[in-house]
C-alpha cells in the first residue's frame, strides 16, 4: 500500500512529535504480514467479526512493539491514541482507506472517485476536489472491492459493474475496465435524511442566493463554426446559453456531417465542475485537455459480446447505470434503439443538460426515428404515438438538424419543441417552432425567428433576453 492511499498515515504525520509517515507504514507492515499468515485474502476481503478482533489485538500489540522499540532505538514514538490508531489500521486494511473519513463527513451527500487520481465529493454547495490519491487502478479496484465484498459483489473485467450497499448503508455503484474511463471509477450515495430537521431544508435555500446574471459579452462566437458558415453570432449565443440553462438537446443529421463535433461543442458549455457522463461507442467526444484536472468526466463505453462468451453490455444499461452515478450532465453520443427510453425517462424526471445525436434528415424526421426505436424497448414499444410524442415533448427543448449542401456543412434548422402535442392524421406528434433557419443554398442561419418557448428556464438561469428572444 502506498502511504498516499491510507488517510491513516496523512493524519498520522499531522500528528505534533510523531514518527511520521515511514514509521505507521512500518506498523501497517506488521499488522498486515501478519494477518495474511493467519487468514486467506478472502477472509480478509470479507472480514467478519473473527478477523476485526484480530486485527484489533495485533494493531494494538504492533503499536505498543514499535514504540517500546523507538524508546530504546531514540526515535521518535507514534504519538496517537491506541483506540484512534486501531480504528485507522482497520480501515486500511479491512475498510476503505482514504474514502474512510468521507463517509462520516456530515457535509457529504456522495462521493465520485474517478480513477485513482481524482476523488470528488458533493457538499450542498456543489462537487469540490479532495487531495486523495491512489497507487494504480489496481489497488484502487482492490479498495472498492473490499468495500462491496460482504453483498457479495465484485468489480472485475468479467463483471465491470456492481452495486451494491456498504456496511454504512451508503448506496456504491463500482465500474471498472472496459466500460469506464478513467477506471475504475465509483459514486457512493450517502443517505443524510435520517439527521435532517426543517431548520436543515430552510437553510440551503437562504445560502443558495441568486444566480449571477450572464453577460452578454461572455456568450462565445464561435468564429470556427462561422467560418464555414455553419453559425451566426446569434444562433451561438443561443446554443451557448441553451446549455447553460440545462436544456436538452438533440442534433440530426446524417452520417459524417458533424452531429459529434457539435455535441462536443455543446459540452464544452457545460459550466465546469459538473458532473458530466459520455456514453459513446467509439471515444470522440473529448471535453478537455487531460491535463486539465479535476473536470469530473466519466466516459462509459457499451462492450459488445466476446469469443470467451461474455455478454454484451448495451447501451440501454449504461444509460441506466450513468444515472446512478449522479450526472449533472448526461451525454448519449448516438441514440440508436432501445436505451432511448431510459434516455427520455430520465430527463423527464428532472435530469438537465441531455445531450444526443440520432440519424435523421431533417427535424420533421425526428420523432418518426425516436418512435422507431421506443418501439426496440421492452417497455417502450407499448407507448402509442400520442402518449409517445408526449415523452419527447415534454422532455426535449431544442432540435438541431445538420446538413450537407455540396462539400459544406451546416446547421439547417435550430427548433424549439414547445412541449405540447399535435395531431397528424391518425396519429400525433410534438409541436415544433424554428427559432433559427437556412434560407436556401447560399443563404444564412436566420433568427431568431420566434421567441423562445422556454423563457422561464432562460430567466432563471439568468441569460439576457435579447439572447432568446426575437429582435
Known amino acids: 500500500m502506498e502511504f498516499e492511499d491510507s488517510f491513516a498515515g496523512r ?29 486467506s485474502a478472502e477472509q480478509l476481503t470479507n472480514a ?68 485513482p487520481n481524482e476523488v470528488m465529493v458533493f457538499r450542498p454547495g456543489g462537487w469540490e476536489e479532495v487531495d486523495i490519491r491512489f497507487d494504480s487502478p489496481t489497488r484502487l479496484l482492490e479498495i472498492l472491492n473490499r468495500g462491496i465484498a460482504h ?44 439527521e435532517l430537521t426543517m431548520e436543515d431544508l430552510i437553510q440551503p435555500a437562504k445560502n443558495a442566493g441568486e444566480k449571477e446574471k450572464v453577460q452578454i459579452e461572455e456568450l462565445p462566437d464561435y468564429e470556427s463554426l462561422m467560418q464555414g458558415g455553419m453559425l451566426t453570432v446569434a444562433a451561438g449565443k443561443y446554443l451557448f446559453a441553451a446549455v447553460r ?10 452520417t459524417g456531417v458533424g452531429k459529434t463535433t457539435l455535441l462536443m461543442i455543446l459540452g464544452r458549455c ?20 487531460k491535463d486539465d484536472k479535476p473536470n469530473n468526466v466519466l466516459y462509459l463505453r457499451p462492450r459488445p459480446a466476446t469469443i470467451e462468451g461474455l455478454p454484451a453490455i448495451e447501451q440501454e444499461e449504461l444509460v441506466k447505470l450513468a444515472l446512478r452515478h449522479r450526472p449533472d450532465a448526461l451525454t448519449l453520443g448516438e441514440a440508436r434503439g432501445a436505451e432511448v427510453f431510459d ?16 440519424h435523421a434528415y431533417g427535424v420533421d424526421e425526428l420523432f418518426s426515428r425516436i418512435y422507431l426505436m421506443l418501439a ?27 446538413e450537407l449542401v455540396g462539400r459544406d456543412r451546416r446547421i ?45 428556464i432562460f430567466e432563471q438561469a439568468r441569460i439576457p433576453r435579447e439572447v432568446y428572444t426575437q429582435g
Do not use: C, W
Not at 440553462?245 to 446524417?254: D, E, F, K, M, Q
Not at 467509439?282 to 485537455?289: G, H
Not at 392524421?425 to 447560399?442: L, R, W, Y
Open 48 to 115: 467478519g467479526p473473527s478477523v476485526t478482533e484480530r486485527a484489533t489485538r495485533t494493531a494494538r500489540e504492533a503499536l505498543i512493539q514499535y514504540n517500546s522499540e523507538a524508546l530504546t532505538q531514540s526515535k521518535p514514538r507514534i504519538m496517537i491514541h491506541e483506540d484512534h490508531f486501531v480504528q485507522m489500521v482497520l480501515a486500511d486494511l479491512l475498510g476503505m482507506g482514504a474514502i474512510e473519513p468521507l463517509l462520516k463527513d456530515e457535509t457529504i451527500e456522495d462521493i465520485a472517485v474517478n480513477g
Open 376 to 402: 426496440q424497448s421492452d417497455r417502450g414499444r407499448f407507448l402509442d404515438s400520442y402518449r409517445a410524442a408526449n415523452l419527447v415533448a415534454q422532455t426535449l427543448h431544442i432540435a438541431i438538424s445538420m
Open 270 to 289: 457545460i459550466p465546469k465542475g459538473q458532473r458530466i457522463l459520455i456514453i459513446e461507442d467509439t471515444p470522440e467526444i473529448d471535453l478537455y485537455p
Open 343 to 358: 434516455l427520455l425517462n430520465a430527463l423527464n424526471t428532472g435530469h438537465k443538460n441531455g445531450l444526443t445525436s440520432l
Open 412 to 456: 439547417g434548422t435550430i427548433a424549439e419543441l414547445t412541449g405540447e402535442v399535435a395531431q397528424k392524421g391518425t396519429s400525433f406528434e410534438p409541436k415544433m417552432v424554428p427559432i433559427f433557419q437556412h434560407t436556401g443554398a447560399g443563404g444564412k442561419l436566420d433568427g431568431p425567428l420566434n421567441d423562445s418557448r422556454h423563457t422561464r
Open 11 to 39: 493524519l498520522a504525520q499531522e500528528q505534533e512529535g510523531e514518527a511520521g509517515p515511514d514509521a505507521y507504514g512500518v506498523v501497517l507492515s506488521r499488522v498486515r504480514d501478519s494477518l495474511s499468515k493467519e487468514f
Open 245 to 254: 440553462a440545462g436544456l436538452n438537446i438533440v442534433v440530426v443529421g446524417p
Open 151 to 194: 453483498s457479495n459483489r465484485k468489480a472485475n473485467m468479467v463483471t465491470p459493474i456492481a452495486d451494491a450497499v456498504l456496511q454504512g448503508r451508503e448506496r456504491i455503484s463500482v465500474v471498472t475496465y472496459p466500460i469506464a474511463n478513467p477506471h475504475p471509477t465509483a459514486v457512493i450515495r450517502i443517505p443524510r435524511a435520517k
